[in-house]
């Protein structure tokens, strides 16, 4: 069905193009499939670029510098291809530069018709509806009581044998550095009945693999029916759910792994065995003074723990280099720990100082410093990795098909670790978990054969 062939205007029939962009985190692909669908109901078809779309709307980032400034040369390319076409465009900024930037966007760049923060994407309808009514750019940035996830459409359907559920938003935690506490707001859980009501029509819907999202994921504590529910809780009973064969969760703050959530780790076979949990530096002087509010060999501890739990779980962490007042010899504690942990797979990054956060005022890391550090821990990273991806030749492992490969014949899938795995199974086996025999390590995929 085309919007050019459709002549009655009624929703939800498709009357409009809408071309989201995502930037950033998971939660930022999960809300912008969530604005699809509610503009789903106001006639909107979503569309893979921006050159017809009536409705283009930026999810962005503002979690590092770069990010952020993406956004901006975003629209003045958008700005542009409007002149170009000669046809209306209009752009709307969502997510946490929205957050924010707020009506500081709109002065910057007078083509944004709207501003909408993570916590509003339940006000897009009447956000369009006084666009149309000629009422100027809407800018909508509160932090309301609410559930935003309340008022959005039930409808939700899988896209694939993945899906992501946001279950958890927000963070009270104020690490020194970081921007979600302000841009997301106060930690918030949405009940666990609902949570488990949309993972059901996720599997129904052909989800074998739910990803469970929030900023800080593992301090869940949604109303269940008696009271509030932990993470482990919510997860025990998503094990419970037929056809539901895998479940992950992120992203983590060590100081909430509760011996509950580890011990399911070891119980739960559902529970996937591969872990993020970033731990940001490894000197207890930068950690104290990023107010992680743990120390390095506390989380050392806390790593064996989990192994000891699951043994075979795969590890995976954020790190930040540069953070104002690390030395030489706080780097290089960081360096022994990626050393000792022995990663499965972890991001690195240059501190970007984040306006409004604490440590943004502080005196700066030298820039060549910052780069020369983040070259050395990644070079640390991927050895690691290197080692993890080669020791995986030679074992078989289940694996979900969940898309068409390159080549003819092929299929891409997930192992139980999140590496990519490519084999041959000439025929569209999509939402299959089949038993596959590794037998090359690439740097961030796998090649397999089928074992039966
Ligand atoms: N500068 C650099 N990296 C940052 N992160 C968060 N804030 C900053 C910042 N100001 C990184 C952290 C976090 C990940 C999502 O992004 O490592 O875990
Ligand atoms: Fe940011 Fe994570 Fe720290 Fe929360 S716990 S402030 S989301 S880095």
Not at 440 to 449: D, K, N, P, Q, V
């Amino acid at each position: 069905m085309t919007a050019q062939t459709d002549t009655q205007a009624k929703a939800p029939t498709p009357t409009k193009k809408l071309y989201v962009k995502t930037y950033g985190c998971q939660m930022n692909v999960y809300d912008s499939e969530r604005m699809t669908e509610t503009l789903a109901g106001q006639g909107y078809e979503a569309v893979d670029t921006p050159d017809t779309a009536d409705l283009v709307l930026l999810n962005t980032c503002h979690i590092r510098e770069k990010a952020a400034e993406k956004v901006y040369s975003d629209l003045g390319r958008l700005r542009k291809l409007e002149k170009q076409r000669g046809t209306p465009m209009q752009v709307g900024v969502a997510g946490c530069v929205a957050q924010a930037e707020g009506e500081e966007i709109v002065r910057r760049m007078p083509q944004v018709d709207l501003v909408v923060g993570p916590q509003a994407y339940h006000r897009l309808p009447e956000m369009l509806d006084a666009l149309d009514e000629g009422k100027g750019a809407q800018v909508i940035t509160d932090f309301p009581v609410e559930d935003k996830f309340a008022d959005l459409p039930k409808t939700r359907k899988s896209s694939g044998p993945t899906a992501f559920l946001s279950v958890q938003e927000g963070c009270d935690k104020f690490c020194a550095f970081c921007v979600v506490p302000y841009t997301r707001g106060a930690e918030y859980s949405r009940p666990a009945p609902d949570l488990l009501a949309e993972a059901r029509r996720l599997v129904d819907s052909g989800a074998r693999e739910i990803t469970l999202l929030g900023q800080n994921v593992n301090a869940y504590h949604g109303k269940g029916e008696d009271g509030d529910w932990s993470l482990a809780r919510l997860v025990r009973a998503m094990a419970e759910i037929e056809d539901l064969a895998r479940i992950r969760y992120t992203t983590s703050h060590p100081n909430d792994m509760s011996d509950d959530l580890i011990a399911a780790h070891g119980e739960i076979d559902r529970l996937m065995p591969f872990l993020h949990l970033p731990v940001q530096s490894g000197s207890d002087k930068i950690l104290k003074a990023m107010n992680r509010k743990h120390d390095a060999d506390s989380y050392r501890r806390l790593i064996e723990r989990i192994r000891a739990a699951r043994p075979d779980i795969a590890m995976s962490g954020d790190f930040i280099v540069g953070f104002p007042g690390e030395s030489d010899e706080d780097f290089e504690e960081t360096l022994r720990l990626i050393r000792d942990i022995q990663y499965a797979q972890a991001f690195s990054f240059k501190y970007s100082p984040r306006p409004g956060t604490p440590a943004a005022g502080a005196e700066q890391v030298a820039e060549d410093v910052k780069v020369e550090r983040l070259a050395r821990v990644q070079e640390a990273l991927l050895e690691s990795q290197a080692t993890f991806q080669q020791a995986c030749v030679g074992q078989t492992m289940p694996v979900l098909l969940d898309r068409p490969g390159k080549f003819d014949g092929q299929m891409m899938g997930r192992s139980p670790y999140l590496q990519n795995v490519h084999l041959t199974v000439n025929a569209d086996r999509r939402g299959e978990i089949v038993p596959v025999t590794i037998t090359e390590a690439h740097r961030s995929s796998l090649a397999g054969t089928l074992a039966a």
